[in-house]
């Protein structure tokens, strides 16, 4: 799954496990909070999720050293 996003796709996602708002996320990438949105509904359809939370969880379990 992580490798079918782009590299601003991972990086929003990294910000959302990070329990950045769309908001803040818009600010730090340069764009507008709806791109954010449209951003994240790409990337639930692209990991089968659902939910920030569910994201945000996958990209920490995937992150893990272990």
Request: proline fraction near 2%; charged fraction near 25%; hydrophobic fraction near 45%.
């Amino acid at each position: 799954m992580w490798k079918a996003l782009t590299a601003r796709e991972k990086r929003i996602t990294v910000l959302v496990a990070q329990g950045l708002k769309n908001d803040e996320i818009a600010g730090i990438i340069g764009t507008t909070e709806n791109m954010i949105k449209n951003y994240l509904k790409t990337i639930f359809d692209k990991t089968g999720m659902w939910t920030r939370l569910e994201l945000a969880l996958w990209h920490v379990k995937r992150s893990a050293p272990f």
